[in-house]
C-alpha cells in the first residue's frame, strides 16, 4: 500500500502541494483530477521518485522513499504523458530493449502476451507507423514490463480515439484485479474517471472540478 | 508562389535578426582560419628567403686535411652562407647546441670519410636535425643530399683519373698528392656550379607577386568559408509535422529554396564585394572600374553556383550527417581545384583537362588574369552555361522532391 | 554489459551502411587519400620552356636528361613567346642552352652556358635549376677527368693514350657500379635511425585527423537520445541513464580498438609505418573520451555535428604549425604524431566526464 503524509513541494515561492495525505490501497484505482498547474504531474513525478518533495513523506508497502530509493523505483511503473519510446524501433524491438535494461527477466514470449492482453498485435510494426492509440499501449506496457506494484499514469488516454482508450480501461482494470496492482491515474475525460476508478484524488481549488466530482 | 518566397525571405530576416549575435563570429572565424593559413604558407616561403638563416653546425670525425678543406670551404662559400649559417664545432657541442634549440641540424663527417672515398668504399654523410625546428632541419637535409649528388659524380671522376694514374705508373706519392689536387679541383667546381648559368629575374607584372597571388587566393577562400557557414545559418530542419503543415499551406520545398538562395546571394555579394574592397585597399590593387566590375560579376557567377552546388547535395543526399560531410569535402575540392592553393600549372596533365569541368576554376582563373595580369576581358560564357544547368537541374530535383513529399 | 551489447545492437542493426562508414573513415580515407596524393605527386611536374640555340651532341644530351626528368614537362618555344608564358605564369621557368655551349663543356669554360629566366611567382625555379645545374656539372666533370688523364698521359708516355668516349665510358660505369656515398637523416632526439625520412604525409597523420571526425560524428547517438522522452524511463531500469551511457561509450570504444587494430595491421605491413600501440591505445582513448564530453556539451543534432566539423577543421589546420610551443601543446593530435601517449588531453575529458558523472549521481541519489 501506498501511504503519503503531509506532501508538501515548492517551487521557489510557490505551493504547488500543501501537506497532502492519502493512501492508496493494492488493487484499487484512484484518479487523479484537477485543473491544469494544480500540480497533477508534480504529484505523480514526487510518487515517482523523479522529484524530491520539500517536506512530507511516502512510503511503499512500508519502504521509506528517502531510505530505500533503490526498492521502491523497481516496484513502481512510471507512464510519462509523452510517448516514451524509440520511433524507429518495431514494437518488438522497443519490447525486448527495455527488457534487457529492466531489473527482472521476461522471455519473448511474456512481452509478446503483455501486448496481446492490451490488444496491441503490431509486434512486427515500426513505431512511426502506428496510430496514436497504439503508441500510447506500447507507452503503457513498456512500463509494465518489470512487474511494479504501484501504476502511475500520466494521462494515458491523451488524444486518442474510444476503441483503444476502452481497450486500456478494460485492461487497467483487469490488472489492478488480477495483480493486485495499485493504480494512480490523471485524465481531464471525467467520464473515464467514474468509468475507471474507484475513488478521485482532487487536488488544487478549481471550483469547476470540485462541483464535477461531487455528482459521481 | 512569390508571396510564399517573401514570407520566407521575412523568415530568413527574422532568423537574422535573432541570431544577430552570432553573425560576427560566423564571419570573424574565417578571417581568422585564413589568416592563420597565410602565415603559414608566408612562414614555408620565408624558408627560402634570405633573411632567414639556418643555423648548421659541422663535426668532423674524420680530421682529414680533406675534411678541413671541405669545411672551410663550406663556412666561407658566399653561395652557401646566404642560407646557412655554418659553424664548425665538436659533437657534444653540436648535440648541446641542438638540445638548446640554436641548430636546425649538424652535418657529421664520419670517421675515415676521405679514405673510404678514395678507395671507393660506401660512406655516409649524417644529418642529425632537430625536431623543434623541423621544416629546417628538412631543408639541410635537400641541401646534403644535393650537395653528395655532386660528390658522388665527383668521386666517380676522380677514382677514373685514379684508375688510369695506375696505369701509367705514377709513384704511390705522386699519385696521391694529384689526388688531393684533384679533389680539391672537383670541389671548387661544384661550390661554382651555379656559375654554369646566368640567372635572369623576368619583372613580370608588378601585380602579379605571389603577395598578391596569395591575396587573391585570400580573399576567395574567404568568400567560399563565409559562404558555406551562410549557408548552414539559414539552413533550418523542419519536423514532419511543419513540413506537412507547409504542404497544406502549398508551400513547396521549391519556393523554400528560392527564398533561401535569393537570401544567401544578396548577404553573401555585400559580404564578397565589401571584402574586396578592402583587399583592394590593403595590396594597392588598384584595379580600372570596369575590372572591379568584372571581378564581381565572375563572384557573383561563384557565389550562385557554390548554392546552387550545396542545395543539390542537400536535396540529393538525406542523412544529415553524410550530406554535411559530402558538402564540407566537395567545398574543398572546388577551392582546392580552382588553382587558389596551389596553382593549376603544377597539377597532373589529366587533372589540369578535368579543371575546364569546374567552375570554381573558371572563376578564378579570369579573377587571376584581371587581378595579376592586367586582362581586360573575361569569359562569362562556361559560368552562364553552368550556372544555367545547375539551376535547372536544383529547380527539377526540388519540384520532383516535392511531388515525392506529397 | 551484456544488455548494452543488445540494445546497442538494435540501433546499429537498422544503421549498418552508416555505422561502417563512419568507422571505417579513418581507415578508407587515409589508404584513398594518401594513394591519391601519391599518384598526384608523382604526376604532377613543373612546366618549363626549354630553348636550344646549338644542335650538338652534348646539347642535345642535356635537353634529353631534361626531358626524362620525371619532375619536369617541357616545351619547346620560341624565346620571345616562352618569356610571355612565363610572364603570364603559364611556365614556371625558362632555360636557354647557348650557342658554344659544347666547346664550353670540352674546354672546362663552364662560365654562362645557359641562361635561367625566373619570375617572382617560379615556386620550383630552384628545384629546376639544381637538377639542370647537376646534369651540366655531371657532364663537365666527365671532361675534365678526359682532360686531366690526357695531360698526364701526356706528360708520362707523351701521347694520348685514351680516348674521351673510353674516360667517360669507365666514369659512368664506376658510378653506375656504385652508390658510393649518400646523406642518411635523423632526429637528434630519436632513438633509431631511419634513411631518407621525408617531411611527406604520412598515412597516420590523415588518419589522426579523420580519427577525430569520425570519432565525433559517430558520438552523435549520444544527442540522438539524449533528446528522446525515453531517457524518463531510466529512472525504472536497471541502468541508470548515466551508466547506461557510460557503458555505451565504453562499448564504441572497444568497438574502435577493433577497428585501430586492423588499421593498425594494415599501416605497418602495408606503408611501414611504425606506431607505438600504447600511442595508438591513448589516443583511441582520448578520443572517445573528449567526443563523449563534446557530445554532453550540445542539445543540438545539427549544432553539433557543426561544431564537430569544425573541430577538426582546426585540428587540420593547425597541424603544421603544431611546432610551435604553445600549439604543440595544446594539439590533440600532437602526442600522437610525435608517437607518445596523450596524456593531458586525456585527463581532461576524462576529468569532465567524472564530474558531470558524480553530479549526476548525486542529484539522482537525492531525488
Same mark, same amino acid.
Given at each position: 500500500?501506498?501511504?503519503?503524509?503531509?506532501?508538501?513541494?515548492?517551487?521557489?515561492?510557490?505551493?504547488?502541494?500543501?501537506?497532502?495525505?492519502?493512501?492508496?490501497?493494492?488493487?484499487?484505482?484512484?484518479?487523479?483530477?484537477?485543473?491544469?498547474?494544480?500540480?497533477?504531474?508534480?504529484?505523480?513525478?514526487?510518487?515517482?521518485?523523479?522529484?524530491?518533495?520539500?517536506?512530507?513523506?511516502?512510503?511503499?508497502?512500508?519502504?521509506?522513499?528517502?531510505?530505500?530509493?533503490?526498492?521502491?523505483?523497481?516496484?513502481?511503473?512510471?507512464?510519462?504523458?509523452?510517448?516514451?519510446?524509440?520511433?524507429?524501433?518495431?514494437?518488438?524491438?522497443?519490447?525486448?530493449?527495455?527488457?534487457?535494461?529492466?531489473?527482472?527477466?521476461?522471455?519473448?514470449?511474456?512481452?509478446?502476451?503483455?501486448?496481446?492482453?492490451?490488444?496491441?498485435?503490431?509486434?512486427?510494426?515500426?513505431?512511426?507507423?502506428?496510430?496514436?492509440?497504439?503508441?500510447?499501449?506500447?507507452?503503457?506496457?513498456?512500463?509494465?514490463?518489470?512487474?511494479?506494484?504501484?501504476?502511475?499514469?500520466?494521462?494515458?488516454?491523451?488524444?486518442?480515439?474510444?476503441?483503444?482508450?476502452?481497450?486500456?480501461?478494460?485492461?487497467?482494470?483487469?490488472?489492478?484485479?488480477?495483480?493486485?496492482?495499485?493504480?494512480?491515474?490523471?485524465?481531464?475525460?471525467?467520464?473515464?474517471?467514474?468509468?475507471?476508478?474507484?475513488?478521485?484524488?482532487?487536488?488544487?481549488?478549481?471550483?469547476?472540478?470540485?462541483?464535477?466530482?461531487?455528482?459521481? | 508562389?512569390?508571396?510564399?518566397?517573401?514570407?520566407?525571405?521575412?523568415?530568413?530576416?527574422?532568423?537574422?535578426?535573432?541570431?544577430?549575435?552570432?553573425?560576427?563570429?560566423?564571419?570573424?572565424?574565417?578571417?581568422?582560419?585564413?589568416?592563420?593559413?597565410?602565415?603559414?604558407?608566408?612562414?614555408?616561403?620565408?624558408?627560402?628567403?634570405?633573411?632567414?638563416?639556418?643555423?648548421?653546425?659541422?663535426?668532423?670525425?674524420?680530421?682529414?686535411?680533406?675534411?678541413?678543406?671541405?669545411?672551410?670551404?663550406?663556412?666561407?662559400?658566399?653561395?652557401?652562407?646566404?642560407?646557412?649559417?655554418?659553424?664548425?664545432?665538436?659533437?657534444?657541442?653540436?648535440?648541446?647546441?641542438?638540445?638548446?634549440?640554436?641548430?636546425?641540424?649538424?652535418?657529421?663527417?664520419?670517421?675515415?670519410?676521405?679514405?673510404?672515398?678514395?678507395?671507393?668504399?660506401?660512406?655516409?654523410?649524417?644529418?642529425?636535425?632537430?625536431?623543434?625546428?623541423?621544416?629546417?632541419?628538412?631543408?639541410?637535409?635537400?641541401?646534403?643530399?644535393?650537395?653528395?649528388?655532386?660528390?658522388?659524380?665527383?668521386?666517380?671522376?676522380?677514382?677514373?683519373?685514379?684508375?688510369?694514374?695506375?696505369?701509367?705508373?705514377?709513384?704511390?706519392?705522386?699519385?696521391?698528392?694529384?689526388?688531393?689536387?684533384?679533389?680539391?679541383?672537383?670541389?671548387?667546381?661544384?661550390?661554382?656550379k651555379d656559375q654554369v648559368l646566368t640567372q635572369e629575374d623576368i619583372?613580370?607584372?608588378?601585380?602579379?607577386?605571389?603577395?598578391?597571388?596569395?591575396?587573391?587566393?585570400?580573399?576567395?577562400?574567404?568568400?567560399?568559408?563565409? *559562404?558555406?557557414?551562410? &549557408? #548552414?545559418? /539559414?539552413?533550418?530542419?523542419?519536423?514532419?509535422?511543419?513540413? $506537412? =503543415?507547409?504542404?497544406?499551406?502549398?508551400?513547396?520545398?521549391?519556393?523554400?529554396?528560392?527564398?533561401?538562395?535569393?537570401?544567401?546571394?544578396?548577404?553573401?555579394?555585400?559580404?564578397?564585394?565589401?571584402?574586396?574592397?578592402?583587399?583592394?585597399?590593403?595590396?594597392?590593387?588598384?584595379?580600372?572600374?570596369?575590372?572591379?566590375?568584372?571581378?564581381?560579376?565572375?563572384?557573383?557567377?561563384?557565389?550562385?553556383?557554390?548554392?546552387?552546388?550545396?542545395?543539390?547535395?542537400?536535396?540529393?543526399?538525406?542523412?544529415?550527417?553524410?550530406?554535411?560531410?559530402?558538402?564540407?569535402?566537395?567545398?574543398?575540392?572546388?577551392?582546392?581545384?580552382?588553382?587558389?592553393?596551389?596553382?593549376?600549372?603544377?597539377?597532373?596533365?589529366?587533372?589540369?583537362?578535368?579543371?575546364? *569541368?569546374?567552375?570554381? &576554376? #573558371?572563376? /578564378?582563373?579570369?579573377?587571376?588574369?584581371?587581378?595579376?595580369? $592586367? =586582362?581586360?576581358?573575361?569569359?562569362?560564357?562556361?559560368?552562364?552555361?553552368?550556372?544555367?544547368?545547375?539551376?535547372?537541374?536544383?529547380?527539377?530535383?526540388?519540384?520532383?522532391?516535392?511531388?515525392?513529399?506529397? | 554489459?551484456?544488455?548494452?551489447?543488445?540494445?546497442?545492437?538494435?540501433?546499429?542493426?537498422?544503421?549498418?551502411?552508416?555505422?561502417?562508414?563512419?568507422?571505417?573513415?579513418?581507415?578508407?580515407?587515409?589508404?584513398?587519400?594518401?594513394?591519391?596524393?601519391?599518384?598526384?605527386?608523382?604526376?604532377?611536374?613543373v612546366p618549363i620552356g626549354v630553348i636550344v640555340e646549338?644542335?650538338?651532341?652534348?646539347?642535345?644530351?642535356l635537353?634529353?636528361?631534361m626531358?626524362?626528368?620525371?619532375?619536369v614537362?617541357i616545351?619547346?618555344?620560341?624565346h620571345?613567346?616562352a618569356i610571355?608564358?612565363l610572364?603570364?605564369?603559364?611556365l614556371d621557368s625558362v632555360f636557354v642552352i647557348h650557342?658554344?655551349y659544347?666547346?664550353?663543356?670540352?674546354?672546362?669554360?663552364?662560365t654562362n652556358l645557359i641562361t635561367s629566366y625566373q619570375t617572382n611567382?617560379s615556386y620550383a625555379y630552384t628545384a629546376v635549376k639544381e637538377m639542370i645545374v647537376s646534369h651540366i656539372?655531371?657532364?663537365?666533370?666527365?671532361?675534365?677527368?678526359?682532360?686531366?688523364?690526357?695531360?698526364?698521359?701526356?706528360?708520362?708516355?707523351?701521347?694520348?693514350?685514351?680516348?674521351?668516349?673510353?674516360?667517360?665510358?669507365?666514369?659512368?660505369?664506376?658510378?653506375?657500379?656504385?652508390?658510393?656515398?649518400?646523406?642518411?637523416?635523423?632526429?637528434?632526439?630519436?632513438?633509431?635511425?631511419?634513411?631518407?625520412?621525408?617531411?611527406?604525409?604520412?598515412?597516420?597523420?590523415?588518419?589522426?585527423?579523420?580519427?577525430?571526425?569520425?570519432?565525433?560524428?559517430?558520438?552523435?547517438?549520444?544527442?540522438?537520445?539524449?533528446?528522446?522522452?525515453?531517457?524518463?524511463?531510466?529512472?525504472?531500469?536497471?541502468?541508470?541513464?548515466?551508466?547506461?551511457?557510460?557503458?555505451?561509450?565504453?562499448?564504441?570504444?572497444?568497438?574502435?580498438?577493433?577497428?585501430?587494430?586492423?588499421?593498425?595491421?594494415?599501416?605497418?605491413?602495408?606503408?611501414?609505418?611504425?606506431?607505438?600501440?600504447?600511442?595508438?591505445?591513448?589516443?583511441?582513448?582520448?578520443?572517445?573520451?573528449?567526443?563523449?564530453?563534446?557530445?554532453?556539451?550540445?542539445?543540438?543534432?545539427?549544432?553539433?555535428?557543426?561544431?564537430?566539423?569544425?573541430?577538426?577543421?582546426?585540428?587540420?589546420?593547425?597541424?603544421?604549425?603544431?611546432?610551435?610551443?604553445?600549439?604543440?601543446?595544446?594539439?590533440?593530435?600532437?602526442?600522437?604524431?610525435?608517437?607518445?601517449?596523450?596524456?593531458?588531453?586525456?585527463?581532461?575529458?576524462?576529468?569532465?566526464?567524472?564530474?558531470?558523472?558524480?553530479?549526476?549521481?548525486?542529484?539522482?541519489?537525492?531525488?
Open positions: 500500500m501506498l501511504q503519503v503524509e503531509h506532501l508538501t513541494k515548492h517551487f521557489g515561492q510557490t505551493n504547488i502541494i500543501d501537506q497532502l495525505s492519502f493512501s492508496i490501497e493494492p488493487g484499487e484505482i484512484v484518479g487523479l483530477v484537477g485543473e491544469n498547474g494544480a500540480g497533477k504531474s508534480t504529484l505523480l513525478q514526487l510518487l515517482a521518485t523523479i522529484s524530491k518533495p520539500t517536506s512530507g513523506s511516502i512510503a511503499l508497502h512500508g519502504l521509506s522513499y528517502q531510505n530505500d530509493l533503490k526498492k521502491v523505483r523497481k516496484q513502481i511503473g512510471f507512464v510519462p504523458q509523452d510517448i516514451a519510446v524509440w520511433d524507429t524501433f518495431t514494437v518488438e524491438e522497443n519490447m525486448i530493449f527495455f527488457e534487457k535494461l529492466a531489473w527482472n527477466h521476461r522471455s519473448k514470449e511474456e512481452l509478446h502476451n503483455l501486448c496481446q492482453d492490451m490488444n496491441l498485435f503490431q509486434w512486427k510494426q515500426r513505431v512511426s507507423t502506428l496510430s496514436g492509440g497504439m503508441k500510447r499501449k506500447l507507452n503503457l506496457a513498456i512500463s509494465l514490463i518489470h512487474q511494479p506494484n504501484l501504476l502511475l499514469l500520466d494521462e494515458p488516454t491523451v488524444g486518442i480515439d474510444l476503441k483503444s482508450r476502452i481497450e486500456i480501461g478494460q485492461y487497467l482494470r483487469r490488472r489492478a484485479k488480477e495483480e493486485q496492482t495499485m493504480i494512480l491515474y490523471t485524465s481531464h475525460d471525467l467520464d473515464e474517471i467514474q468509468r475507471l476508478c474507484d475513488r478521485v484524488l482532487l487536488i488544487g481549488n478549481d471550483p469547476f472540478y470540485r462541483d464535477s466530482v461531487k455528482f459521481f | 508562389m512569390i508571396k510564399h518566397v517573401g514570407l520566407f525571405l521575412q523568415n530568413h530576416l527574422l532568423q537574422i535578426k535573432r541570431k544577430w549575435w552570432s553573425l560576427p563570429l560566423l564571419l570573424l572565424f574565417p578571417i581568422f582560419i585564413i589568416g592563420v593559413m597565410m602565415v603559414l604558407i608566408a612562414s614555408f616561403f620565408s624558408m627560402g628567403n634570405k633573411d632567414d638563416v639556418v643555423a648548421v653546425g659541422l663535426v668532423d670525425r674524420d680530421q682529414s686535411e680533406e675534411t678541413r678543406f671541405i669545411m672551410q670551404l663550406l663556412e666561407e662559400s658566399s653561395s652557401i652562407s646566404s642560407v646557412l649559417d655554418i659553424e664548425r664545432m665538436d659533437e657534444t657541442e653540436a648535440k648541446q647546441a641542438i638540445a638548446e634549440n640554436e641548430l636546425a641540424a649538424y652535418l657529421l663527417f664520419p670517421d675515415a670519410f676521405i679514405d673510404d672515398l678514395y678507395r671507393g668504399e660506401s660512406v655516409e654523410l649524417s644529418v642529425v636535425g632537430n625536431r623543434k625546428q623541423s621544416v629546417s632541419s628538412q631543408l639541410v637535409h635537400e641541401l646534403a643530399n644535393s650537395a653528395v649528388r655532386h660528390i658522388s659524380v665527383s668521386q666517380a671522376n676522380i677514382l677514373t683519373i685514379q684508375q688510369y694514374a695506375k696505369q701509367l705508373g705514377m709513384s704511390e706519392q705522386a699519385r696521391d698528392d694529384f689526388m688531393m689536387e684533384q679533389f680539391q679541383s672537383y670541389l671548387m667546381e661544384t661550390l661554382g619583372k613580370n607584372q608588378a601585380t602579379a607577386s605571389p603577395v598578391n597571388y596569395y591575396g587573391l587566393s585570400a580573399w576567395f577562400g574567404l568568400v567560399t568559408v563565409w *559562404l558555406f557557414l551562410m &549557408y #548552414h545559418f /539559414f539552413y533550418k530542419e523542419y519536423s514532419p509535422a511543419i513540413q $506537412q =503543415r507547409m504542404m497544406l499551406y502549398g508551400v513547396t520545398p521549391l519556393q523554400q529554396f528560392i527564398a533561401r538562395f535569393m537570401m544567401m546571394f544578396f548577404i553573401m555579394m555585400l559580404l564578397a564585394i565589401g571584402s574586396f574592397f578592402g583587399f583592394h585597399e590593403w595590396w594597392a590593387w588598384d584595379l580600372a572600374g570596369e575590372n572591379i566590375r568584372r571581378v564581381m560579376i565572375l563572384i557573383g557567377f561563384y557565389v550562385i553556383l557554390l548554392i546552387q552546388f550545396l542545395l543539390l547535395i542537400e536535396l540529393v543526399v538525406r542523412s544529415t550527417k553524410l550530406r554535411l560531410f559530402l558538402q564540407f569535402v566537395m567545398m574543398a575540392v572546388l577551392f582546392v581545384a580552382s588553382g587558389a592553393v596551389i596553382p593549376t600549372i603544377y597539377f597532373p596533365s589529366y587533372i589540369q583537362d578535368l579543371l575546364n *569541368l569546374i567552375f570554381s &576554376y #573558371h572563376v /578564378f582563373v579570369w579573377c587571376e588574369e584581371l587581378v595579376l595580369n $592586367q =586582362r581586360y576581358y573575361a569569359d562569362y560564357i562556361p559560368l552562364i552555361g553552368m550556372s544555367a544547368i545547375g539551376g535547372v537541374v536544383v529547380w527539377v530535383l526540388a519540384i520532383w522532391k516535392g511531388r515525392a513529399a506529397s | 554489459m551484456k544488455a548494452v551489447i543488445i540494445t546497442r545492437w538494435l540501433f546499429i542493426k537498422r544503421s549498418m551502411l552508416s555505422f561502417f562508414f563512419w568507422l571505417l573513415l579513418p581507415l578508407v580515407g587515409a589508404l584513398l587519400l594518401f594513394a591519391f596524393v601519391d599518384v598526384v605527386e608523382d604526376d604532377s611536374y646549338e644542335e650538338t651532341e652534348l646539347a642535345n644530351d635537353y634529353q636528361e626531358e626524362t626528368s620525371d619532375f614537362a616545351r619547346e618555344t620560341e620571345d613567346e610571355r608564358q610572364q603570364q605564369h603559364e650557342q658554344g659544347q666547346e664550353g663543356i670540352q674546354t672546362q669554360q663552364r611567382r656539372q655531371e657532364q663537365g666533370g666527365r671532361y675534365q677527368a678526359v682532360q686531366v688523364i690526357n695531360q698526364l698521359s701526356e706528360r708520362y708516355r707523351g701521347e694520348s693514350l685514351w680516348s674521351a668516349e673510353d674516360v667517360i665510358q669507365t666514369s659512368k660505369q664506376i658510378q653506375a657500379e656504385e652508390q658510393l656515398i649518400h646523406a642518411s637523416f635523423q632526429y637528434a632526439s630519436q632513438a633509431e635511425k631511419k634513411d631518407d625520412e621525408g617531411s611527406r604525409w604520412e598515412i597516420w597523420h590523415i588518419w589522426a585527423l579523420l580519427a577525430i571526425l569520425s570519432s565525433l560524428l559517430t558520438m552523435d547517438w549520444l544527442i540522438k537520445e539524449k533528446q528522446s522522452f525515453v531517457t524518463q524511463r531510466f529512472y525504472f531500469t536497471k541502468l541508470s541513464w548515466h551508466d547506461y551511457l557510460l557503458l555505451n561509450g565504453f562499448l564504441y570504444f572497444v568497438i574502435w580498438l577493433v577497428i585501430d587494430l586492423v588499421t593498425y595491421v594494415i599501416f605497418s605491413v602495408g606503408f611501414d609505418e611504425t606506431m607505438g600501440v600504447v600511442t595508438l591505445l591513448s589516443y583511441r582513448c582520448m578520443l572517445t573520451l573528449l567526443s563523449f564530453c563534446v557530445a554532453l556539451v550540445w542539445k543540438r543534432l545539427y549544432v553539433f555535428y557543426a561544431v564537430s566539423f569544425l573541430m577538426a577543421c582546426m585540428c587540420g589546420l593547425l597541424l603544421p604549425v603544431r611546432d610551435m610551443h604553445v600549439i604543440n601543446w595544446l594539439h590533440p593530435m600532437a602526442a600522437f604524431l610525435d608517437n607518445q601517449i596523450t596524456i593531458g588531453w586525456l585527463l581532461c575529458s576524462a576529468g569532465v566526464i567524472l564530474f558531470w558523472y558524480g553530479r549526476r549521481r548525486r542529484e539522482n541519489a537525492a531525488s
